[in-house]
T-cell receptor, first 116, second 111 residues
Framework: GAVVSQHPSRVICKSGTSVKIECRSL??????MFWYRQFPKKSLMLMATSNEGSKATYEQGVEKDKFLINHASLTLSTLTVTSAHPEDSSFYICSARRGSGANVLTFGAGSRLTVL | DQQVKQNSPSLSVQEGRISILNCDYTNSMFDYFLWYKKYPAEGPTFLISISSIKDKNEDGRFTVFLNKSAKHLSLHIVPSQPGDSAVYFC??????????FGTGTSLTVIP
């Protein structure tokens, strides 16, 4: 079945530093990947849609200069949290859609970011 | 603005009984709906889906019902098992676009 690997699973960083999270589709090509953020007891909030070879589409209220998304290949998308602050601490989850029009997402295991 | 809502944050059910999880949506353009199951510190896993051309889809113990006029869907789990204890998210999408998730319902199945 479709597998999405997300790395790192946990990261702790100092305020002001940047953190990169990788999302890889292991056994399929993902033309579209999505990045979500989950707050405690809250929904999965869609942050951005990442299409291979083009700029990401950000949801309203998400700072694109702060959350840099790169989808350089059909199997890899990265989310970089730049100049991280404690309020950026959260659980970030990526998902991938196999092919265009596919309506089922496969999720990574998530990355817990803690900014000190 | 939450386009997909799950108004019950938690639900407790006795083992063997039926679990009913509800979800409402506001966007009439949504034409595909999914349910995901999530354990703590893990990514969601796909459970079952339904297209807007149907009003029911069944897969083993899981059945999803869709009421388009009410913009409401529900997930029925019968019989409920302790291993079903998790957070359940409903999600909706319109063809070719993003997927939007509800706030989740934490299901506890009591042995």
């Amino acid at each position: 079945g479709a597998v999405v690997s997300q790395h790192p699973s946990r990261v702790i960083c100092k305020s002001g530093t940047s953190v990169k999270i990788e999302c890889r589709s292991l056994d399929f090509q993902a033309t579209t990947m999505f990045w979500y953020r989950q707050f405690p007891k809250k929904s999965l909030m869609l942050m951005a849609t990442s299409n291979e070879g083009s700029k990401a589409t950000y949801e309203q209220g998400v700072e694109k200069d702060k959350f840099l998304i790169n989808h350089a290949s059909l199997t890899l998308s990265t989310l970089t949290v730049t100049s991280a602050h404690p309020e950026d601490s959260s659980f970030y989850i990526c998902s991938a859609r196999r092919g265009s029009g596919a309506n089922v997402l496969t999720f990574g295991a998530g990355s817990r970011l803690t900014v000190l | 603005d939450q386009q997909v809502k799950q108004n019950s944050p938690s639900l407790s059910v006795q083992e063997g009984r039926i679990s009913i999880l509800n979800c409402d949506y506001t966007n009439s353009m949504f034409d595909y709906f999914l349910w995901y199951k999530k354990y703590p510190a893990e990514g969601p896993t796909f459970l079952i889906s339904i297209s807007s051309i149907k009003d029911k889809n069944e897969d083993g113990r899981f059945t999803v019902f869709l009421n388009k006029s009410a913009k409401h869907l529900s997930l029925h789990i019968v019989p409920s098992q302790p291993g079903d204890s998790a957070v359940y998210f409903c999600a909706a999408s319109s063809t070719g676009n993003q997927f939007y998730f509800g706030t989740g319902t934490s299901l506890t199945v009591i042995p």
